[in-house]
C-alpha cells in the first residue's frame, strides 16, 4: 500500500526517510538560499530529534523495552538509554541531564571535525591535565594517522550525542572512513575539559 502524499509504502520507517528528504527541497511555495536551506533543514532536524524523544517516551510509557526501542533505532539497549534515558542520580534522585556539560554535544563534533582538518592544536586545546600528559598535540597526530593507516580517511561524520556518566558528560560521535566505522567518545568533566579520547569499533559503543 502507497501513501498518497509521500508516495512511500505503508512501512513507517520508509514513509518517515521519504517525508525528511523532501524536506531538501525546502518549504511548500517559497524557494531559499544555500545558507536558508541550511538553516531551514537544520530547524526541522532539531524539531524531529525533539519528536523522536517524545515518541521514545510513549514507547516506554506503553511498557517496552530498551533492547525492542534499540532495535528499532538499529543500535543497542545500551545506546538507546544512554540516547534518550532519564537516569536519576543515585546520591540525589535528581536528573542527571541537569548535569551535563551544555553545548557538550557540539563541542564533540567541532574536536573530530578539527582532527579530520589535521587541527591537532585546536583539538587538544580543552585536554585536561591527565590526558594533555599522555596525548600532546604530536601524539594526537600520530594516533590519527594509525586510524588512518588502519581504515582509511574520514569520510562523513553523525549527529553527535551526548549522555551523563557519573560526574562526567560524553559525547559518541559516528565517524564513517573508508574502509570501517568507529564511534569517536569524548568524555568532559563539570568545567569543560577533555578527561577521556576514544575511537571505539562497531558493537563497543
Do not use: C
Amino acid at each position: 500500500m502507497r501513501n498518497e502524499i509521500t508516495g512511500a509504502t505503508g512501512d513507517p520507517a520508509v514513509r518517515g526517510r521519504a517525508a525528511a528528504l523532501s524536506l531538501l527541497e525546502g518549504p511548500p511555495g517559497g524557494t531559499l538560499s544555500a545558507l536558508e536551506a541550511i538553516a531551514f533543514v537544520r530547524g526541522a532536524a532539531s524539531a524531529v530529534e525533539a519528536g523522536m524523544r517524545a515518541v521514545v517516551q510513549r514507547a516506554r510509557q506503553a511498557g517496552h523495552t530498551w533492547e525492542e526501542i534499540g532495535q528499532v533505532l538499529g543500535t543497542t539497549r545500551q545506546a538507546a538509554f544512554q540516547r534518550f534515558g532519564r537516569p536519576a542520580d543515585p546520591r540525589t534522585g535528581q536528573p542527571m541531564a541537569i548535569s551535563m556539560l551544555p553545548g557538550a554535544a557540539q563541542r564533540g563534533a567541532v574536536l573530530f571535525a578539527d582532527l579530520a582538518a589535521r587541527r591537532w592544536a585546536d583539538a587538544s586545546r580543552d585536554f585536561g591535565e591527565r590526558i594533555a600528559g599522555k596525548l600532546d598535540a604530536d601524539g594526537l597526530a600520530a594516533t590519527w594517522a594509525r586510524l588512518a593507516g588502519m581504515i582509511g580517511q574520514l569520510e562523513g561524520m553523525g549527529e553527535p550525542v551526548a549522555f551523563q556518566a557519573g560526574d562526567r558528560t560524553v559525547v559518541d560521535v559516528p565517524l564513517s572512513f573508508e574502509a570501517g566505522e568507529r564511534t569517536g567518545r569524548v568524555s568532559y568533566d563539570r568545567g569543560g575539559k577533555v578527561t577521556g579520547l576514544f575511537f571505539l569499533p562497531p558493537g563497543l559503543a
